[in-house]
C-alpha cells in the first residue's frame, strides 16, 4: 500500500490540490523539534571521536570500535560512545583539539540531553538501504529495545518514497511522537520517538 506524504498546512486549512490520507496521522506544524539534517547527530558524535583520536585521549582500537559501534547499527548509545571523554581530556587540558572535541560533545549533549540522560539515536538510512525494520522486545526483531515496557512486536519502520514511516503495531503502551500518540505517521530528522519507556531520537 502507497502511504501519501503527510500534508503540513497553514491556517487557510489542508492544501486542494492534496488530501491527507486517513491512515497517516496528520500531526500539528507547530511541534516542538530541532531542524536537522539526516546523519548530523551520528557526524557530529564522529568528529568528537576523531579529535579525541587525534590528541591520542582514544587509542586507535578504542577509536575503531567506538566508529563501529557508530555506524553499524540502527541504535546508538551517545553516552557510550563519547560520555567518558571529560574525564579523559584533564590528561590535555591545552590542547586546540581537544577544544574542537569539547564543543562537539557538549554541543550534541546541549542539543539532547545531559549525561547518561540523552535519548539514544534512531540512526535511519535515508538513502533506502533497508524497506522495513521491526522494532520490539524480541531478541528477532531489526531494533531491539529490551525494556519491560516495549512489546515484544511493537512498532514497524517502513522506507517509502524517499521517508520513513512509523507504525504502532498495537502495542500494550502505546508509541509517542513529539509528545503526541500516534499510530501510523512520517518521521524526520530531529523527531523525538517514546517506545514504552525507551526514548529515541529519530537521526
Known sequence: MRVEAVTRHGPQGPSRSRKPRPDVDNRSPLRQTSIMSPGSSRQRLERALKDAHAEGILSENTFIHRLELLFDGPLIDPARLVG???ARERHYPFSA????????SSQFWRLHGIGNSAPSLLALDWDGGHEELVIGRNPGCDIVLPGPSVSRIHARLS????SWILQDLGSTNGTIVNGDPV???KLQPGDRVVIGDERLLVD
Request: proline share 0%; with cysteine; net charge positive.
Open 97 to 104: 583539539a581537544v577544544e574542537r572535541m569539547k564543543a562537539a
Open 183 to 185: 499510530g501510523r505517521c
Open 84 to 86: 567518558d571523554l571529560k
Open 159 to 162: 522506507f517509502r518514497d524517499g
